[in-house]
């Protein structure tokens, strides 16, 4: 394999971690609950701050704009 292929592979790899991201954000944004506990940090079992589903979709948007930038590139 060329190092061009391994580049194009590595990239191939970026745009899916973005979009899984940014799919999860839209899970989370719109009701969705597993995985809440390990990506929000807790003290004494209650959550340290609570994100709102408009800061959410913000998150989701940028991730998937990172990964439309790096499918451009």
Avoid at 3 to 28: C, K, M, N, Q, S
Avoid at 62 to 73: E, I, M, P, Q, T
């Amino acid at each position: 394999m060329t190092v061009t292929r391994y580049i194009a592979i590595a990239g191939l790899f970026e745009i899916a971690i973005f979009l899984i991201l940014a799919g999860l954000h839209f899970f989370w944004a719109f009701g969705g609950h597993p995985g809440n506990g390990v990506a929000v940090p807790e003290k004494d079992g209650r959550p340290l701050f609570r994100p709102g589903k408009g800061i959410t979709i913000l998150v989701a948007f940028a991730l998937l704009s990172c990964s439309v930038f790096f499918a451009g590139r």
